[in-house]
């Protein structure tokens, strides 16, 4: 077995003890109470229990650490100490519809000087496939025991892309459009599976060949983003900048496919 930090451990801990309940809401997803937070954007019991769950088994192993979570949003801890980024139940659609890809997401952030932070540990698991994808900076990613790279593809004719389609009151439509316009041509396929974390972590193993999608949350893709850089591969914002969560765009791939994906989503922007 491959060796990781205490931190990860914790990590898997902490996803493990929140799946159980995850897989027999969703087993049962028509008793569950379902609330909307706004337009086509829903959140259930499901979510806010897993969250709680999450939030308790790391709070025990780090008491003084701040947490971000999508339900309950911000809660302070010493402002010296690292935080929690948490999506307790990322693809909230899927789940609601029965569809059996969604994936808990937990993010280390490390306070910086700058105040922007920094991504140090990364955990993305599937509940419905006992799939565990972790990350450490420095440190490479893996799936269990297994180290992960990110697809060897150079051709774009023979590139998977993964992205995330705008929907009601979400995203730019306009841009969205133009983006695919401009790669779908030249792409061996697109796919939108409705699970950002779970998309990078397949760019991070090599199940995608590339990633773009805009209008996200940091407990979206704080996980998956180290998990693609861990893997050799490459996160930017549209423009080619290194401040992606600044910016909040995404374009994740290899050093070849990120490049010729670069270029062909720049100018459908641009136009």
């Known amino acids: 077995m491959v060796a990781h930090s205490g931190l990860i451990t914790v990590m898997e801990r902490a996803a493990r003890k929140a799946a159980p309940r995850l897989r027999r809401d969703f087993g049962e997803v028509q008793q569950l109470q379902v609330s909307r937070k706004g337009p086509a954007d829903f959140v259930s019991q499901a979510d806010q229990r897993a969250e709680e769950t999450l939030y308790e088994e790391l709070k025990r192993a780090r008491p003084d650490w701040g947490f971000l979570g999508e339900e309950g949003g911000a809660r302070e801890g010493d402002p010296t100490k690292p935080r929690w980024i948490v999506d307790p139940l990322d693809g909230t659609s899927n789940f609601l519809h029965g569809v059996p890809h969604f994936s808990i997401s937990i993010a280390v952030e490390e306070p910086k000087f700058n105040g922007r932070g920094d991504i140090t540990q990364a955990l993305v698991y599937q509940p419905m496939t006992d799939e565990s994808f972790w990350a450490e900076k ?62 990078l972590a397949w760019v991070a193993a090599g199940r995608f060949d590339g990633f773009w999608e805009s209008h996200l949350s940091p407990w979206d893709v704080a996980a998956g983003l180290l998990l693609v850089k861990e893997a050799g591969g490459f996160v930017t914002d549209f423009r080619g900048g290194d401040q992606p969560m600044e910016r909040n765009e995404f374009l994740a791939g290899n050093d070849v496919l990120h490049s010729k994906l670069h270029k062909l989503l720049a100018g459908a922007i641009r136009k």
């Open 138 to 199: 420095g440190r490479g990613a893996w799936l269990y025991d297994r180290r992960l790279r990110v697809s060897a593809r150079r051709d774009l004719s023979e590139a998977l892309i993964a992205t995330g389609t705008p929907y009601s009151g979400h995203g730019d439509f306009a841009q969205w459009t133009s983006i695919f316009n401009a790669i779908g041509p030249n792409v061996a396929g697109i796919r939108r599976f409705g699970s950002a974390a779970l998309d």
